[in-house]
Structure formats: structure tokens, C-alpha cells
């Protein structure tokens, strides 16, 4: 069993900053991939960026060159820094690793201003 915390989000403005983090405990010595998803209500869960155990990354196209995924395994965190933000980017943001099964955070609620 594996066990993930968001945590990081808030109002900010558009053209701000914020990190999210995901804090994992449990069984983390196998996890290799970790993602950053995020959901508007009542729209699917979207991939976000995802960074590969190797520290490769893949970023949608909506954010690349304004987010960055990073992760301390020494921590069995990883961070999503977020920067330039837009409206569009309000979402509740959730953590994943991927498998089987998959496992999921509580997610964490950004929203940005106009």
C-alpha cells in the first residue's frame, strides 16, 4: 500500500507562483513514475506532467515551459512548480502512480485569479 498528500495549493493571481507537493508513504522503495493529473468539475482528469524514476520528464502541451516536475527521493516527494499562471489552470490538482492498481492523492484545490 502506497499513500499520497497533496499539498501546496491556494488562490494566487494570474502570472503567479505555487508548488505543489506530494508527500508518498508505504511501500515507496518500487515507485518509479510519478504523475501530476488535475480535474475541473465535471470534466475527465487530465495528465499533467509526469517524472520517470531516471528524472525524464513529459509535460502536457498546456503547460509546458511554465511547470516543471521534480522529486526528492530521499523525501519520496515530488513537486510540481507552477509558474505563469493562467485562469485556466484552476483545478484540483491530484498526484498518481501508475500501476496496479493505480494509486491516488486527495488532491489539492488551485485556483487562479483574473
Known amino acids: 500500500q502506497v499513500q499520497l498528500v497533496e499539498s501546496g495549493g491556494g488562490l494566487v493571481q494570474a502570472g503567479g507562483s505555487l508548488r505543489l507537493s506530494c508527500s508518498t508513504s508505504?511501500?515507496?522503495?518500487?515507485?518509479?513514475?510519478m504523475d501530476w493529473y488535475r480535474q475541473a468539475p465535471g470534466k475527465q482528469r487530465e495528465f499533467v506532467a509526469r517524472i520517470m524514476s531516471g528524472g525524464n520528464t513529459h509535460y502536457a502541451d498546456s503547460v509546458k515551459g511554465r511547470f516543471i516536475i521534480s522529486r526528492d527521493n530521499a523525501k519520496s516527494t515530488v513537486y510540481l512548480q507552477m509558474s505563469s499562471l493562467k485562469p485556466e489552470d484552476t483545478d484540483v490538482y491530484y498526484c498518481r502512480i501508475p500501476g496496479s492498481p493505480v494509486y491516488w492523492g486527495q488532491g489539492t484545490q488551485v485556483t487562479v485569479s483574473s
Open positions: 508505504g511501500r515507496t522503495a518500487s515507485i518509479s513514475i
